[in-house]
T-cell receptor
């Protein structure tokens, strides 16, 4: 079982709709959870971080964490073509010494 | 804040030569820096974790003698690809975590290495 799992996609969403990206992790002791966005040929950029159960909102982005289910998600409201990218879920292990990335979900926003 | 600068952004070298890539945290101190490589349309693969003042911790399957990592200060880590071969051609990305407080890692711009 991979430590951090994501559906590779591509996930196609119409412009203006809500895009929902999901991630599960295997280490129950994980403490910190992140979503990064990566455009083709570029390095990842941090979008959201979340540390406790529940929702965290930042503009059009909402991160959701459920530690009991070992599940973290990212919602993007009012999707724009510029949101088309690969979204990486990342988790720190229980030792917090390194950040483990999922393989990413490719999101495509169609006009 | 939290800017990580990676240099060079692109390098082409001849097979058998060595290439050094620098990673600097510009506005924070980073006890820990991470080095990744990424093949086209593939995920980030962690190569090693670099701790200031101590030896790097390499992931399984990564040759420490081929990928030399030095983390001499709280703001600088270097990756040297020694005796590069065409199969080393890849996108190399560093990231750095601030020493205190924040646990996120911030990424450099990446280095596209092509070995010919």
């Amino acid at each position: 079982q991979k430590e951090v799992e994501q559906n590779s996609g591509p996930l196609s969403v119409p412009e203006g709709a809500i895009a929902s990206l999901n991630c599960t992790y295997s280490d129950r002791g994980s403490q910190s959870f992140f979503w990064y966005r990566q455009y083709s040929g570029k390095s990842p950029e941090l979008i959201m971080s979340i540390y406790s159960n529940g929702d965290k909102e930042d503009g059009r982005f909402t991160a959701q964490l459920n530690k009991a289910s070992q599940y973290v998600s990212l919602l993007i409201r009012d999707s724009q073509p510029s949101d088309s990218a690969t979204y990486l879920c990342a988790v720190t292990g229980s030792s917090a010494s390194k950040i483990i990335f999922g393989s990413g979900t490719r999101l495509s926003i169609r006009p | 804040g939290a800017v990580v600068s990676q240099h060079p952004s692109r390098v082409i070298c001849k097979s058998g030569t060595s290439v050094k890539i620098e990673c600097r945290s510009l506005d924070f101190q980073a006890t820990t820096m991470f080095w990744y490589r990424q093949f086209p349309k593939k995920s980030l693969m962690l190569m090693a974790t670099s701790n200031e003042g101590s030896k790097a911790t390499y992931e399984q399957g990564v040759e420490k003698d081929k990928f030399l990592i030095n983390h001499a200060s709280l703001t600088l880590s270097t990756l040297t690809v020694t005796s590069a071969h065409p199969e080393d051609s890849s996108f190399y990305i560093c990231s750095a975590r601030p020493t205190r407080g924040i646990s996120e890692a911030f990424f450099g711009q990446g280095t596209r290495l092509t070995v010919v």
